[in-house]
């Protein structure tokens, strides 16, 4: 009986997390499919780059029966989702391509632009908010705080076309744009080249998400030091790189990853906003691409992969604060 309890405890745990996952892809595909139907934008211009009188009226017609436009919302919704079913995510018109040939092309890119973000902003604030906590008051923590402050209220759109300004146009240190040189594909440059390409769009996400993590880290460094096991320690001679270590950091990094993992819906939507500012082939720029064609089929395969994505670190998140930190689980 004692083992059957954790294992009914797990299934029912699977259970819920598989019905969240649904319940929040169906809400998801749902609102992105009735935003779509019922965008101002005209399907059949998108498709036809703005030459709508280019064709007779004919022509039109046939095209508009092709594309499926002259069937109903809930039936254009119910054909999509039964192909879904079978694994089929559709055709893109914008790229005369198989929807899953482009996302398996573009998805890694986006991973490698959020991963080198995601460790570079956690490691980075979270070193900023230590020293910024540890300084409590100095000129360290004021300016590390009111830089926090400034970052955290700067779009990641603008802060990159400043770095954009400053070290593609201004110094030319930089590419303005791109993923690789002109006329290449991305695995085909150099590792040196890659880092020349990646620098400007994970320097832009950083910067932008590593504002929470300085502000938050710096409070808990405070009040770390500031408690009563700590007072215990160092009257009892422990010195100060001691409680350093057994104490502040130990107390301060876990909630800092924890709140990293939630805010990746953030993070995702930032790398959007990049992508698109420096034009990187990437999920999120397909995904804006696709919004402005009209590209039903594209938009609906990176609107799935993308709360998935987000679900995933939610639910890392979720995981992690009850299974590590105080007073999280139940």
């Known amino acids: 009986m004692s083992l059957s309890n954790p294992f009914r405890l797990r299934s029912r745990s699977l259970l819920s997390t598989g019905l969240r996952l649904a319940l ?14 019922f965008s101002p934008l005209d399907p059949i211009n998108s498709y036809l780059n703005g030459n ?50 482009i996302i398996k092309e573009r998805l890694p890119l986006s991973l490698l632009l959020i991963g080198l973000s995601w460790i570079c902003s956690l490691f980075l604030g979270y070193g900023f908010g ?28 603008w802060l990159g076309m400043l770095l954009i ?24 440059q150099s590792l040196l080249s890659m880092g020349h390409h990646l620098i400007l769009p ?12 300085v502000l938050h880290t710096r409070e808990k460094v405070i009040d770390v030091l500031e408690s009563d096991f700590v007072e215990y320690s160092r009257l009892h001679g422990d010195s100060n790189a001691s409680v350093l270590r057994y104490h502040v950091i130990k107390n301060s990094l876990l909630p800092a990853v924890v709140l990293h993992f939630a805010s990746f819906a953030e993070l995702f939507g930032g790398s959007i906003l990049a992508e698109t500012v420096f034009n990187f082939p990437g999920l999120g720029a397909t995904l804006v691409k696709a919004g402005l064609a009209n590209d039903t089929a594209l938009l609906m395969g990176c609107t799935l992969i993308s709360a998935v994505l987000v679900f995933i670190g939610n639910l890392t998140a979720n995981g992690l604060a009850r299974s590590l930190l105080p007073g999280e689980r139940r």
């Not at 169906?26 to 992105?32: H, K, Q």
């Not at 300004?165 to 085909?188: D, H, N, R």
Request: charged share 10%; glycine share 8%.
């Open 24 to 37: 929040q892809l169906i809400l998801v595909v749902l609102l992105a499919y009735l935003l779509l139907a």
């Open 52 to 101: 709508l009188f280019g064709i007779s009226a004919e022509q039109k017609a046939a095209l508009i029966s092709s594309l499926g436009l002259d069937q109903s919302v809930a039936q254009r919704m119910w054909h999509w989702f039964f192909e879904l079913v079978q694994g089929n995510l559709g055709f893109s018109q914008l790229y005369q391509q198989s929807v899953l040939d």
């Open 130 to 157: 230590l020293l910024a906590g540890l300084y409590r008051g100095g000129w360290p923590d004021r300016f590390i705080r009111n830089g926090a402050w400034l970052v955290a209220s700067v779009p990641s759109f």
């Open 165 to 188: 300004s400053l070290f593609s146009v201004a110094l030319s240190l930089t590419p303005v744009c791109c993923a690789a040189p002109l006329g290449m594909q991305f695995g085909e």
């Open 202 to 213: 994970v320097l832009t996400l950083t910067l932008v998400h590593m504002a929470p993590i």
